[in-house]
């Protein structure tokens, strides 16, 4: 600057002019300044009276709650990886070789069963040497007729006499924590002196040599699809966190930029107030920090206490890993000082107050299309690419998806500003509401983005589910109208199955029971023509009555003991060379022999003549039986080969225990009776667990997002609390007050949530053409996410009740 | 009247709108070392946009405001910050105190961010509220006190760092007229020992009295009252 | 309040008869106190002597009452210097005051001035009596205050007329 020197030349315009010589320029930001004004922060965070510190709490709670769901989920990769290790060590699948009886085999059997829809799982053993390795978990190998039982298992035990009567070896033990896979895990391990090996190529035998657990693993290949998935399921579960935590740190922003005001009055400068911000988000973010690793590890004691979706895990599973721990512990401290640091660019504090920028500026709509717009471009070059076993870049899928998700709070704003600008009129309520939001908007768009993301997300997520789950889940064919339960027994008879009938129907709660011997035959000549018995004709018996028959096939009223029927295939493919040997008068062998040839002599039986050829009929448990179908008059059971049975049982729907008593009666049937529910539809364990995951996350996610929306109710009351005791002072209705809150998240809420619908179904829509499936509407389940998400809101609505009555008291008029 | 001094405080033909209604239209005001300036006039007429340029709070459209020869249009928001801190104290009718801090602490703000210890600054803090006999609210929060109470820490905190010049917007606003005056009182008494001058916007012609001189302000235009008479 | 100058301020606008000025007077400012006749053709008579005015012409039929005055230059200035010269400030001013202001609006001089120098001279008379106030024992204080109030109220009068005068201005010279 030019100075053109004013009449009172000779005064120094000078440096050592203030008071301390510290002059007009800044004292340099050195250590100290900056150690001072982040002190200083710290202090307005810490100190402040009751009001600060409640706000630092909440701050405090918010991203604790955040940090702790974090740090979950980073264990939880880890805690997968245990349980895989776990699960893998324990593996009772065979490894299919022969192997011979030794010091160290042993016999093992695997017996499930289902308890109150509770899975089970029983592993009988019985050492064939001393040298035999005991299970995981367990120190010795039970002795027969004792078991071994997990924690949770014995728990169960104790509590239901109907289960003791199933599992009834005495307890010796507790498995150990290397033996489960959660704490609640129900497991048993019994010795058993039934077992009989599998015979290489021999008939007969209930159990699998072996000479270790663990000996073979499997691993479902789930391919690219299963991949989309999972990359969905973090992120949709993770970015509501993310927004979450954001949201936290911005808490009691307006006090912070007036408190800000104050000081740059008293000469505090753009820098130090900056300075003085950071120090109070950090305050708030590392005791944010230390309270969210506290709430973690409190949540990790209990997790042996709790089971989301069939899911537990011991507390020492639950260890993040050290990498993403130190990530968390700086990442979230950098993002609370960036989003704060963000929020500051926004306005411009003065000395005077604070200024919003682009005051009285609409928002433009433009750049914040940019954001989902970009998301989309990267998703389009995946569309129908996302298949089979194809490769999919996964980080590309996540950055499209979360910058979609984003683009759906980057909008928020917007719309709320633009619908609420044309709002007018109405009550008293309504319009206090309105005016409220017309002059900042920004606090209750940002308060319901979380919920925004996570309704989004959820309802792209439920149409991608609902889409391949054709992939992953199978219609049975069963009609669980017809028989509910299953049992199947290998190596039996049809006199056994009679007992097991005649057991069963006397069984409480049974309705009816059906049953049969399935088996097979091959051609008169497979003894004599040599080579692999695969390349023999295949052709299936079924022995049963007259009642069971009618199940299979619909062979009319004209069945009495000793009748045979032929039922042609539904399908020919591959068994045309079969076919030939299906006439009344020809001849079969009953024989087949186990292994790869002929073994055995041949069991011939003639097709009875005259001999009725009948159409076939799916059985209650889906399958569509073919072959020979013959009463145990026409047909001595004890000829047949290898028969295993298969008995159906309808129950009574007024015994609500009915099922259970069934499966006491089954568990006597002996080792090599199984047991199973029939339902209509089955799925792959690992979308199974997928789903789980998911559902258990949600839950989680809208916990934390309602928990998240009360904090901030709670702090935007605190901020109005003059404002309500003058109010209420001058005689507004507190009915009318209460409405207004209502009305002032609502209208966001409401619409978030429609904004949410249509992100959701766009993101959905993208998500479906990458699988390649056509656009599906899932109107139900968006019903439902939007439904959840206000119910969520209308909840923190009723719990912020209770203080804003407290607030509205006229005492608040003299709180500064 | 006092011989003049040179002035400390020159401003010219200042002129500030806030959209299409102008604050202020050509006003100027010169303050000398150690007067006391009482700015009065009608609401709404520009008396603390005046104030708030002469601190260089605010930024005029047009014309110049020199402190000590420099124009503070000139200055970097830094600048004028460290001026805020070491040559300038603030007293307004209420609000400027930061509510989280204690009295105490509020009136060693200034000293702090000039970069003195907590330990000098807060000593000295304890001298200046014992001077305007507050010394048992050292403890308190502003939120605990009464506003003549507030006042008057806000009267120290804008006295503690030796400033130059204080500018005072309304300080006896809120306060009945025997607060106003001990108010007053004080901070004329206090910025006379010191040498500072004193910009004092007011309604009141009795809070006015304690002024040297007295400019009005009309519709953004300034008058100098002593050379009305 | 000073007659002589009122007088002479109302026949600035032009030359009237003496119950003309009575009448333009009582109408003004002699609201609950009308001018005697006497009053005015003493007064005028003064004003002849002095020189301030001089007699325009008489109607026919002689007596006092038929005669037309009209100010001199002498006078237009004693009106001027009347009319910038502040009062002392003391109680009970406001009549003076505002008859100083009507004639000032009434003869297109200045009015926000008067007013302004007007209120300087309060303002500075209070600046006094705050010194002595600060100095003094209470019984001074008390003394010093009662003044203060008063001068104060008259000061606040002040205010609100310079903020009226527009809205004065038109009522009189309408
Ligand atoms: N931040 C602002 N935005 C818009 N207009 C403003 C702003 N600040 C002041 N004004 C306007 O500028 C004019 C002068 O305001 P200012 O605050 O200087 O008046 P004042 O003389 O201090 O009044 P009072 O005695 O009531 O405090 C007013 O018309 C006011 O409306
Ligand atoms: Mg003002």
């Not at chain 2, 702090?112 to 200046?128: F, M, Q, S, V, Y």
Request: charged share 20%; aromatic share 6%.
């Amino acid at each position: 600057m030019t100075a053109p020197h004013e009449p009172f030349a000779g005064f120094d315009r000078t440096r050592a002019a203030g008071p301390g010589g510290a002059g007009w320029a800044e004292p340099a930001a050195g250590v100290r300044a900056w150690v001072r004004d982040l002190l200083l922060g710290a202090r307005f965070a810490a100190g402040g009276g009751r009001e600060g510190w409640t706000r630092t709490v909440l701050t405090a709670v918010g991203v604790a709650l955040g940090v702790a769901l974090l740090l979950l989920a980073s264990a939880v990769p880890a805690m997968m990886d245990a349980r895989d290790q776990r699960r893998v060590a324990r593996d009772t699948l065979s490894s299919g070789e022969a192997v011979q009886p030794g010091a160290s085999t042993f016999l093992l059997a695997e017996t499930n069963t289902t308890y109150h829809g509770k899975d089970i799982t029983g592993v009988l053993l019985h050492p064939e040497g001393p040298a035999a390795e005991p299970p995981p978990g367990l120190a010795a190998m039970p002795p027969a007729g004792r078991m071994v039982v997990s924690p949770a298992l014995k728990k169960l035990l104790a509590s239901s006499p109907l289960l003791r009567e199933r599992i009834p070896y005495e307890i010796t033990g507790t498995i150990g924590k290397a033996g489960l896979m959660g704490p609640a895990d129900l497991y048993y391990y019994a010795g058993s002196d039934q077992l009989v090996a599998y015979g290489a190529g021999q008939a007969g035998g209930n159990a699998e040599r072996e000479t270790r657990f663990g000996a073979h693993s499997n691993s479902e290949v789930l391919g690219a699809v299963f991949n989309l998935l999972l990359v969905m399921v973090l992120v949709v579960l993770l970015l509501p966190v993310a927004v979450f935590v954001a949201t936290a740190v911005r808490l009691g922003g307006e006090r912070r930029d007036r408190r800000l005001a104050a000081l740059r009055l008293v000469g505090a400068d753009i820098r130090m107030t900056r300075r003085v911000a950071a120090g109070e988000a950090l305050f708030g973010a590392l005791f944010g920090l230390l309270l969210g690793a506290a709430f973690f590890l409190i949540a990790r004691q209990f997790a042996s206490h709790i089971t989301i979706r069939d899911i537990s895990a011991f507390p020492s599973d639950l260890t993040p890993s050290p990498a993403l721990t130190v990530l968390i512990a700086v990442a979230v401290p950098v993002a609370a000082v960036a989003v704060t640091m963000l929020s500051l660019r926004a306005t411009v504090i003065e000395p005077l107050g604070v200024f919003r920028q682009g005051v009285g500026q609409r928002r433009k709509l433009w750049w914040r299309l940019l954001v989902p717009a970009a998301g989309l471009a990267l998703l389009i070059p995946l569309f129908g690419s996302v298949q089979g076993d194809a490769r999919t870049n996964q980080y590309q899928i996540a950055t499209g998806t979360v910058l979609l998700l984003v683009g759906v709070t980057a909008v928020l704003p917007w719309l709320v500003e633009s619908v609420v600008g044309r709002l007018r009129g109405g009550p008293v309520a309504w319009q206090l509401a309105t005016r409220r939001l017309q002059l900042n908007s920004n606090a209750s768009a940002r308060m319901v983005s979380g919920v925004t993301v996570a309704v989004a997300g959820a309802i792209a997520l439920q149409m991608l589910f609902g889409a391949v789950s054709a992939d992953f889940v199978y219609d049975t064919g069963a009609d669980p109208a017809r028989a509910q339960i299953l049992i199947a027994a290998s190596t039996t008879s049809s006199e056994e199955t009679a007992h097991d009938i005649r057991q069963l129907a006397g069984t409480k709660g049974v309705r009816q029971v059906i049953g049969y011997l399935q088996s097979q035959a091959t051609q008169p000549d497979a003894a004599s023509r040599g080579g692999s018995v695969s390349d023999s004709a295949y052709l299936p018996v079924n022995v049963g009555d007259c009642a069971s028959l009618r199940e299979l096939a619909a062979i009319g009223a004209d069945c009495e003991p000793g009748s045979t029927f032929l039922v042609p295939p539904s399908h020919g493919v591959g068994v045309e060379e079969s076919l030939q040997y299906l006439e009344p008068g020809h001849r079969i062998d009953l024989n087949v022999g186990y292994g790869d040839r002929y073994s055995g002599t041949p069991v011939l039986w003639t097709i009875p003549a005259g001999t009725r050829t009948v159409a076939g009929r799916v059985d209650p448990s889906g399958s569509r039986e073919w072959g020979i179908l013959a009463t145990p008059e026409a047909i001595d059971s004890n000829r047949l080969f290898d028969a295993r049975s298969q008995i159906m049982v309808a129950v009574d729907d007024r015994e609500p225990e009915a099922v259970e008593y069934v499966r006491n009666t089954a568990a006597g049937f002996g080792v090599t009776t199984y047991t199973r529910s029939i339902s209509g539809t089955s799925a792959k364990a690992s979308y199974t667990q997928l789903r789980r995951g998911l559902f258990a996350g949600a839950t989680l996610t809208m916990v934390l997002i309602g928990a998240s929306l009360l904090v901030s109710m709670l702090e935007q009351l605190r901020d109005r609390r003059k404002l309500l005791a003058v109010l209420v002072a001058f005689g507004t209705k507190r009915s009318a007050l209460a409405w207004s809150v209502l009305w002032q998240t609502t209208i966001p809420v409401v619409l978030g949530l429609v904004l949410a619908c249509a992100g959701g179904v766009g993101l959905g829509a993208a998500l479906l053409a990458m699988v390649g499936s056509p656009f599906h509407m899932d109107w139900g389940g968006m019903a439902t996410m939007a439904a959840i998400g206000s119910a969520v809101v209308l909840g923190v609505t009723l719990l912020s009740l209770p203080p804003l009555w407290r607030l509205m008291r006229p005492d608040g008029l003299h709180t500064e | 009247m006092t011989a003049a001094p040179e002035p400390l405080l020159v401003a010219t033909d200042l002129r500030k709108a806030y959209g299409p209604t102008p604050a202020l239209d050509g006003a100027e005001l010169t303050v000398r070392a150690g007067e006391v300036v009482a700015v009065m006039g009608p609401s709404g007429s520009g008396k603390s946009t005046l104030l708030h340029c002469l601190a260089g709070i605010v930024t005029p459209d047009s014309g110049d405001v020199r402190y000590r020869g420099q124009q503070m249009s000139l200055m970097s928001d830094g600048e004028r910050s460290a001026l805020r801190r070491t040559d300038f104290g603030f007293v307004f009718q209420f609000g400027q105190l930061v509510p989280e801090l204690t009295c105490l602490e509020n009136v060693a703000m200034p000293l702090r961010l000039a970069g003195r210890r907590r330990k000098d600054a807060e000593a000295l803090a304890a001298t200046w509220l014992e001077r305007l006999e507050v010394t048992d609210l050292a403890g308190k929060r502003p939120g605990e006190v009464s506003g003549g109470q507030g006042q008057r820490v806000a009267v120290a905190r804008a006295l503690v760092g030796a400033p130059r010049v204080v500018f005072a917007d309304e300080p006896t606003g809120a306060l009945d007229s025997l607060n106003g005056e001990r108010v007053m009182r004080l901070l004329t008494d206090a910025a006379h020992d010191t040498g500072a001058a004193v910009v004092l916007v007011t309604h009141e012609p009795r809070v006015a009295a304690y002024s040297d001189r007295e400019i009005v302000v009309r519709d953004g235009k300034s008058r100098d009252m002593e050379r009305a008479a | 309040m000073s007659i002589g100058h009122t007088l002479l301020g109302l026949l600035e606008s032009g030359p009237r008869h003496g119950y003309d000025l009575k009448r333009a007077f009582d109408e003004r400012f002699g609201h609950d106190r009308p001018l005697a006749y006497g009053q005015v053709y003493s007064t005028m008579a003064r004003l002849l002597k002095n020189g301030l005015v001089e007699v325009d012409g008489i109607e026919p039929g002689g007596g006092p009452e038929r005669k037309r005055y009209a100010i001199t230059d002498a006078g237009v200035t004693d009106v001027e210097s009347w009319l910038a010269q502040p009062e002392k400030p003391e109680p009970y001013l406001q009549t003076t005051l505002y008859t100083k202001v009507v004639l000032a609006l009434l003869t297109g001089r200045p009015a926000a001035d008067l007013l302004d120098s007007q209120r300087a001279e309060h303002l500075r008379l209070m600046r006094e009596l705050t010194r002595r106030k600060s100095g003094g024992d209470l019984a001074d204080q008390l003394i010093c205050d009662h003044a203060l109030f008063h001068l104060e109220a008259d000061l606040r009068w002040l205010e609100l007329t310079a903020a009226r005068l527009d809205q004065l201005a038109a009522e009189v010279t309408r």
